[in-house]
């Protein structure tokens, strides 16, 4: 089997005219795709061509029906996990190019996604969907199944998962239940039935709060939700029961402790984005996520190979309340150059609120796509301070690139404006995520009440990244001043 695909990416498909009249009569780039295929497939009868149907591809064409020795691989990417993909409407319009699919191929592999990628140490309660979802690939004759999940150690319950998953493929019609029990009462002993009700509750937390179930979700997303104060207590008291139930058994001590790791990173992603926090028991909960880590030799906690140890030191310099409070918070933005749509429900306070983004670039981040961006910040008088940094999020995975540069001037008036100095950002092509600050310090204090940033992106991917011709990211998501 040789796979010839598509890159990752939204757009990345050809627009010449000759390729743009294959969609519109396929009435879906994957036309064009499953054309050339099957010209390969006919020089290469003895061999099988496996092809992505994934992103633009994921709908059928119209037309063409790809040959029996065109594998289609068949990706569920976009949908949201908190139902079975027959209940949400992302997952309805997989299930109608699946079904599209099923009419013209005997041939179909479904590539599946069960975890958070960008917090694969993170409660991910999909468990209740697995079940249905593997009967309705079985339904649409899909013949291989590819169940992306456990990437690495640590992850969200990832032996009960690996155990189901696999069992359910085997036999999609068995008791999905009664396998989540056996192997909890096999695997945990005697703390099984409360990681069991931990379990169901966070399931009728999620349904019950009609949040989605993402696989780039972060935690905060949920702290409304199946994470909330409360619940987040329950689960807590029922670690602790599952815990003293195996106190005098080391070996399942350690795998209830291994499976909780979830939910401590989940709190303490949920913490840093409240500003009551106590900060001492912050402390502890990070210092023992550390050492757990370190016993359990956890080595990422997300598909990018960020290591738990920097996670902890960053969140020590970054989350932590600081000595010095920046002389910005609360200040007013007024824009010059806004962010994209999607964040400017957000901009107007997230650059000036002291709370700092995490990996995921879905909350407190402000993006900016292909153009460059720029604002004043009003600190409401006038101020004396030595240094402006504006932090920005490096995660090429999702096509986020350092700025170009970034430009602060000062003002007192809002009409004449000094210049404090720029920052430029060396390339970097690293795939860890990564949070770089543009600082500029002056070598005296000066007064100000109006400062300018000004952003000059990149503007498209360069050369070397897989989006190469598109529009790149930016994402800001504070501003410091002291
Ligand atoms: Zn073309």
């Not at 029996?68 to 993909?85: A, G, K, Q, T, W």
């Not at 999607?342 to 993006?367: M, N, P």
Request: hydrophobic share 35%; proline share 4%; charged share 25%.
């Amino acid at each position: 089997m040789i796979s010839v695909s598509q890159n990752d990416g939204n757009n990345t498909f050809c627009t010449c005219e000759n390729c743009r009249k294959v969609y519109e009569e396929e009435g879906s780039p994957a036309g064009a795709y499953i054309r050339f295929m099957n010209k390969l497939a006919e020089r290469f009868p003895d061999k099988e061509i496996s092809t992505l149907a994934y992103l633009f591809t994921m709908h059928p064409p119209k037309k063409v029906k790809p040959l029996p020795n065109v594998n289609i691989m068949l990706c569920d990417i976009d949908c949201m996990r908190e139902v079975p993909l027959t209940d949400n409407a992302s997952g309805r319009d997989f299930v109608k190019a699946l079904e599209g699919w099923s009419a013209i191929s005997n041939n179909i592999f479904v590539w599946d996604y069960g975890i958070n990628f960008d917090n694969m140490v993170s409660c991910f309660p999909n468990f209740h969907v697995l079940q249905k979802n593997i009967q309705l690939f079985k339904k649409n004759h899909v013949t291989m199944h590819f169940s992306q999940v456990n990437g690495s150690k640590g992850t969200d319950f990832s032996e009960m998962r690996a155990y189901m998953i696999g069992k359910l493929m085997w036999n999609p019609y068995q008791n999905a239940d009664s396998l989540m029990r056996s192997f909890m009462d096999g695997y945990y002993g005697a703390a099984a039935p409360y990681l069991y009700q931990y379990q169901k509750i966070m399931q009728g937390g999620l349904l019950a709060s009609g949040t989605n179930l993402w696989i780039y979700d972060s935690p905060v997303t949920h702290k409304n939700g199946m994470l909330n104060d409360q619940l987040c207590k329950t689960y807590d008291e029922l670690f602790d029961q599952a815990e003293a139930a195996v106190a005098s058994d080391p070996v399942r001590l350690d795998r209830v402790q291994l499976s909780r790791l979830s939910l401590i990173y989940s709190e303490l992603e949920i913490a840093r984005t409240k500003t009551n926090q106590d900060v001492a028991k912050v402390r502890q909960q990070l210092d023992y996520f550390r050492q757990q880590c370190r016993k359990f030799g956890i080595k990422s906690l997300n598909e990018r190979s960020n290591a738990p140890e920097d996670y902890c030191d960053l969140y020590e310099k970054r989350f932590l309340p600081q000595a010095e409070k920046s002389k910005a918070l609360g200040a007013k933005v007024i824009w010059l150059q806004k962010p994209g749509e999607r964040y400017q429900k957000i901009a107007d306070t997230a650059l000036t609120d002291g709370l700092f983004g995490g990996t995921t670039f879905v909350e407190s981040w402000v993006g900016w796509e292909g153009v460059d961006g720029s604002f004043i910040l009003d600190l409401g008088e006038e101020k004396e301070f030595s240094s402006v940094e504006a932090d920005f999020l490096h995660q090429l995975g999702q096509w986020i690139l350092l700025p170009e540069k970034v430009t602060y001037s000062i003002s007192t008036d809002n009409q004449t404006y000094q210049p404090f100095g720029s920052f430029s950002f060396a390339e970097d092509r690293a795939p860890q995520v990564k949070f770089v600050g543009g600082k500029v310090t002056s070598d005296k204090p000066v007064k100000a009440r109006y400062i300018k940033v000004e952003v000059d992106a990149i503007g498209m991917c360069p050369a070397w990244h897989y989006g190469v011709g598109h529009p790149a990211w930016f994402f800001m998501d504070e501003v410091t001043v002291l």
